[in-house]
């Protein structure tokens, strides 16, 4: 029995490209309400949190809680997305770049960013929906 290459690699091709891990959906809808920053290190001891709030206004408030020192900080930020909303970045009062990450995913219940400008001192971060609105 001869096998016919001319069919035989194209469907080789669209099983192998279909098997591949597909690109984690973006649902940038979800983006509104309040996020928790996820320690995903378990020999991290965690002592405190980070919280981003995003508004339907394009404001956005940061909230860093230190509990060893009982410190809680707001930060008051703006924020621009990309035309293919897959790029968030943020914004201080006086409209100068603070934070800027690639949406890898965004879902009602978490979200990955991965750092975008690797030199500014930013990590890639995983947040998870806070109940607390």
């Not at 940038?28 to 995003?54: C, E, H, Q, R």
């Not at 909303?85 to 006086?94: A, C, F, I, N, S």
Request: glycine letters at 2%; a positive charge.
């Amino acid at each position: 029995m001869k096998i016919n290459c001319r069919i035989l690699l194209p469907a080789i091709i669209i099983v192998v490209l279909s098997s591949c891990k597909k690109d984690e959906k973006i649902a940038i809808d979800n983006l509104i309400g309040k996020w928790t920053v996820a320690n995903d290190d378990p020999k991290m001891a965690v002592d405190g949190s980070v919280t981003y709030k995003f508004n339907s206004d394009m404001t956005c408030i940061k909230n860093i809680y230190d509990a060893l020192s009982n410190r809680d900080t707001t930060i008051y930020r703006t924020y621009v997305l990309s035309n293919d909303k897959t790029l968030v970045t943020l914004y201080d009062e006086r409209k100068i770049y603070t934070e800027q990450y690639l949406i890898k995913k965004l879902n009602t219940k978490e979200m990955k960013w991965e750092n975008a400008s690797p030199n500014d001192g930013n990590e890639n971060k995983r947040l998870v929906r806070s109940n607390d609105q």
